[in-house]
């Protein structure tokens, strides 16, 4: 039967004998034998999708909570269909931070990028890093407080290249580094203890108590700067201990190593354009694999983008210069201008954003294939966000096509598109141009409020302060 | 912060605004929410300073007797990998993968981009491991101890010899004493192989291996100040030039006291400098500096581009580096790397620098027209090194220049692109710079920002996406006008040939070209009160032959690498 978490916070207002407990208040998320926790999963894919293209089909005047068979999915969006009765859409969702934010970005891209997680803005003088904790730091933080619940606060994984930095951020400029190697991250999912687990513990033990010595030491000849950085070495590998001793992912959960062939035989070159979906399947596994094993309860993946030949794209079509190009041309005011041929590049956008989705969508297909242990699925007990940097290849932060799949331990309510209200400056219609700067939608902080909250978080509003107005209430079941 | 300062009034220029308009301020801020309290972060960014309002005129003619500052380093990811082998050179050790440190300017090695995160703790920790399993299972190729000493007394020596290395520096007596204790009760404990396994892991695990602590000499030295001591020194030098630790003379020098003295130091530099080691190292910086590392990112279209493939990325990426190491290793001369007049070309790149195939196989030094190609930015695999797509890019040559080069970097873009431009006729563009100086005309939030960009961009025009010299595009003949952007004196130019020799006399270029030197070799931003340090850096390559070497000998002999501030 599934817990009743609505049910369990009302008979506990009514035993303590008083009034009625918040919806978001904290509960206990170490998982009790036979009480199945709840994850989080953040898929981010790439640049946004086309306006227009996928928003669900509702009149213009009407209601602003479409439920159920008031709404479908559409375009590039449609592959979600099967996950529709868990999926939550939003209209008028953006990223409000990156437009208000007094520090410009080194660059559109950047400028997503550091707030798409963060929510807050960027620290003066910087363009180039996030300025806050990310909502999956935050989140992952605060489930391991005051003890660690999983090995592994979080895993953050990218099926691109090394050099690209994630959205995900420990606090104010300091990104969280993207792991891309599968073997690796198996080795850290899934240690192995060379079967003698309780030898192996009392070493590292022995040896991390000596090196403590040495941090304890060298922090007394430091100044305050300094200090701070040896510290936070000190915090992480006392947090590495506990977790290491302490935290074992669920034997019994764990995949085959088969699963890591492609990287085991490809060498560096699974990372080359003609392995793209096998490494996206392999990191995919391995992210749902983290989360059935309890390994961790929060994963970060981000999944690059389709290679030009898979969606029929090849550089100089219809004079662009490359798929960057031809996003934006596609995206921008003057696509019948700057294309030769616009509806068929337009048609090739769509095509790639749809293959896009559908990695999204095989990820979900992955979580709801694992079977958890009071016969539900490990999606029923996952909250899955589609994000990225931008909303679409005009580099536009307003309007997100962002999707959130689960109800959160019947936190939310699910099966909705939801129309939030957009106010324009100056009483213009809406249109690609620069208008989108002048519109008012609701702030992306309030839906990682939303996310906070059902993952059993006490948290009034996330991010930046003047700009979050708190959660969504029309997520609430 | 003066770069950003100046990035943010630019980009008023750029799009009309910084902060929202009167009517789109956000309301007030709201009360603080009771969010759980987040880990606290060390300061990432450097102490800011502003130019005083007013000084004396010749600031310079009594520089600082001390460094600035002096953040703790982490060993870069490279670093962690060279020191662990030279540790061990007769080990067969495993692959070793650190986490990617990020990249902050041109390199990558620098503090603000060394915070730690769990990953990298984990990694440092099965790194460790790693290497210790392997060592110990080959103790024969590095112990002392033979199979009848397996004691916890000759662990104890064994791992006391190994901790000298490690810490790059003699123990003291309590360090001494207390490792020794803890490997002997590890061997009495657990066993030789695994107590010496133990000890090994804790050696790599230390902060005092993965960071490189500097507290400077007991007695106090120049005001503001102390002289960091031999065995510091020591390990400055070996990681500029080598990126990893001390060798046994090296050590030996700082054992003598040889380092304190400027003599001594810069024997030792000179010795360092005169190894194949310190010749990649050069040479990285350099590829680094440059943007040369981004040949690997590079794709061009097949049907315009049919002979840029693999191997051809391969052949411009060695073609720039004999460039550079013939410029900076052997004629060690900032004019020849500025001005040079030659290249190294094979049959497959001969086309590119449109001379003869060479006869031999490999590649072979040419002399070039001196009228077309001076200095590395006329290489094509620096020209080749910007372009994408379908072509070069006029814009990213501009931005390269004028932030590595100039050190004046390109405001940001504006958050919207491309919004309304205005329709061309077909005979108004013909070439790139007439495609590129269309648009970026017609767009109000884009012309101040493009006219800096384009004005240095426009002057590579002579060259197409792979470096061949051109002139003609799309029939129609090339523009390569432009404009170098110098402080207080904007120049116009005529090729990048005009370019190449009005940036190789320019003390502005000199500066940013040691600036780049400073933040490498220092691994941190360089801050105002470091420019005195900095300017007579730019001297030293301007003046005399412009010796590399010598500026680089410069730099060691300085208070900024020589000292570090008192530790508050």
């Known amino acids: ?477 | 912060m003066r770069t950003r300062l100046v990035a943010l009034l630019a980009c008023t220029a750029c799009s009309g605004e910084i902060l929202p308009s009167v009517e789109d301020r956000p309301p007030p801020p709201a009360p603080e929410a009771a969010v759980p309290e987040a880990p606290a972060s060390p300061p990432a960014t450097p102490p800011t300073e502003q130019p005083p309002a007013e000084g004396p005129a010749d600031a310079c003619a009594t520089p600082p007797l001390a460094a600035t500052t002096a953040p703790l380093r982490r060993l870069s990811g490279p670093e962690y990998v060279n020191t662990v082998r030279d540790l061990f050179p007769a080990v067969e050790l495993p692959a070793l993968e650190p986490v990617a440190d990020e990249r902050i300017g041109a390199f990558r090695n620098d503090v603000l981009g060394q915070t730690p995160s769990a990953l990298h703790v984990e990694r440092y920790a099965s790194m460790a491991e790693e290497v210790a399993r392997a060592a110990v299972a080959q103790l024969g190729a590095w112990s002392s101890c033979g199979p009848e000493d397996r004691t916890a007394s000759c662990a104890a020596a064994l791992v006391d010899n190994l901790a000298f290395k490690t810490h790059r520096r003699p123990l003291t007596p309590s360090e001494q004493s207390r490792l020794g204790s803890f490997t002997e009760e590890a061997v009495n404990e657990h066993g030789f192989e695994s107590g010496v396994e133990m000890a090994v892991t804790a050696l790599l695990e230390s902060p005092f291996f993965i960071y490189r602590p500097e507290l400077g000499a007991a007695e106090p030295g120049p005001a503001g100040g102390v002289a960091l001591d031999d065995y510091e020194l020591a390990s400055r030098l070996s990681y500029l030039f080598w990126q990893s630790m001390p060798d046994q003379e090296l050590f030996d020098a700082a054992a003598s006291g040889a380092l304190s003295t400027e003599t001594g130091l810069l024997e030792q530099a000179q010795r360092l400098l005169a190894t194949d080691r310190a010749r990649e190292v050069i040479l990285g910086f350099y590829w680094d500096w440059l943007g040369l590392d981004q040949l690997d990112d590079v794709r061009l279209d097949d049907e315009r581009f049919p002979e840029f493939n693999g191997a051809m990325r391969r052949d411009l990426e060695r073609s720039a580096r004999q460039f550079l190491e013939k410029a900076v290793l052997e004629d060690d001369a900032y004019e020849s790397l500025m001005l040079g007049s030659f290249g190294f070309v094979n049959d497959r790149t001969a086309p590119l620098f449109d001379v003869e195939a060479p006869s031999a196989d490999g590649f072979s030094l040419v002399e070039l027209d001196s009228s077309r190609r001076r200095g590395i930015l006329t290489q094509p695999g620096w020209l080749a090194a910007t372009s994408h797509g379908i072509g070069h890019s006029p814009i990213f040559r501009g931005v390269k220049v004028l932030d590595r080069v100039l050190c004046t970097p390109a405001p940001p873009p504006p958050p919207e692109v491309l919004d309304s431009v205005g329709d061309p006729t077909n005979e108004d563009i013909c070439t790139t710079r007439d495609q590129v100086a269309f648009t970026h005309s017609s767009g109000a939030s884009c012309v101040t920002c493009h006219e800096l960009i384009d004005g240095v961009g426009f002057a590579f025009e002579e060259y197409d996406a792979l470096g061949r010299w051109r002139t003609e595009e799309n029939g129609c003949t090339v523009d390569a006008s432009g404009r170098l952007p110098f402080r207080g004196n904007a120049q116009l130019v005529n090729g990048a040939v005009d370019v190449a020799e009005q940036l190789a006399e320019s003390e502005q270029v000199a500066q940013c070209f040691a600036s780049h030197w400073f933040r490498f070799a220092l691994g941190r931003s360089d801050v105002w009160r470091d420019r005195c340090q900095i300017e007579a850096l730019g001297r030293q390559v301007l003046e005399g032959e412009g010796s590399l070497r010598e500026m680089m000998l410069a730099l060691v002999r300085s208070p900024a690498f020589r000292t570090r501030p008192a530790v508050e």
């Open chain 1, 1 to 477: 039967m599934k817990f009743d978490r609505r049910a369990a916070l009302r008979m506990l207002a009514l035993s303590a004998g008083g009034g009625v407990l918040p919806w978001w208040a904290p509960r206990r998320v170490a998982a009790d034998p036979g009480q199945v926790p709840l994850r989080l999963l953040i898929l981010d894919v790439g640049t946004g999708v086309l306006r227009g293209s996928w928003e669900p089909d509702a009149p213009e005047e009407g209601p602003a909570i479409l439920r159920g068979s008031e709404w479908n999915f559409r375009g590039p969006h449609s592959v979600y269909a099967p996950y529709k009765s868990r999926a939550t859409v939003f209209q008028n969702l953006d990223m409000k931070t990156a437009k208000e934010d007094p520090t410009p970005g080194d660059n559109a891209h950047i400028n997503g990028h550091t707030h798409q997680l963060t929510a807050t803005f960027r620290p003066t003088g910087q363009g180039a890093l996030g300025g806050g904790e990310s909502i999956d730091q935050f989140i992952a933080r605060s489930l391991n407080q005051p003890r660690p619940v999983t090995r592994l606060p979080s895993l953050e994984l990218t099926t691109g290249r090394s050099n690209q930095r994630g959205a995900s951020y420990a606090a104010s400029e300091q990104p969280i580094p993207f792991e891309r190697e599968a073997e690796e991250v198996w080795n850290r999912v899934f240690p192995s203890d060379d079967g003698d687990a309780a030898g192996l513990a009392r070493r590292r033990s022995q040896v991390s108590d000596f090196v403590k010595g040495d941090y304890d030491r060298l922090l007394t000849a430091l100044g305050a700067e300094d200090r701070a950085k040896i510290q936070q070495m000190q915090d992480l590998r006392r947090d590495l201990e506990v977790r290491r001793t302490t935290l074992s992912p669920r034997a019994n959960r764990r995949p085959s190593e088969s699963i890591l062939e492609p990287y085991q035989t490809l060498g560096r070159d699974v990372h080359d354009a003609e392995h793209y979906e096998q490494r996206v399947e392999v990191m995919t596994k391995l992210a749902a694999a983290a989360l059935y094993a309890d390994a961790t309860r929060v994963v970060t993946l981000r999944i690059d983008r389709p290679p030009d030949d898979r969606f029929g794209y090849s550089k100089g079509r219809w004079g662009t210069r490359d798929w960057h190009d031809l996003d934006h041309k596609v995206s921008g005011n003057n696509r019948d201008r700057d294309l030769s041929d616009p509806v068929q590049a337009v048609d090739l956008i769509t095509t790639m954003q749809r293959l896009y989705a559908e990695k999204a969508k095989a990820a979900l297909d992955e979580l709801a294939s694992l079977e958890e242990t009071d016969g539900q699925s490990l999606l029923d007990h996952t909250l899955v966000l589609v994000t990225s940097h931008i909303a679409d290849g005009s580099h536009d932060i307003t309007r997100l096509p962002w999707l959130v799949f689960g109800d959160g331990h019947g936190a939310f309510r699910t099966d909705q598109y939801l129309r939030f209200l957009r106010t324009w400056k100056d009483d213009r219609p809406p249109s690609f141009s620069g208008d989108q700067w002048r519109s008012r939608g609701r702030p992306h902080n309030d839906l990682f409020t939303s996310l906070a909250q059902a993952m059993g978080i006490a948290v009034d509003r996330f991010g930046e302060a003047s700009v979050a107005t708190g959660p969504i209430e029309e997520m609430r079941a």
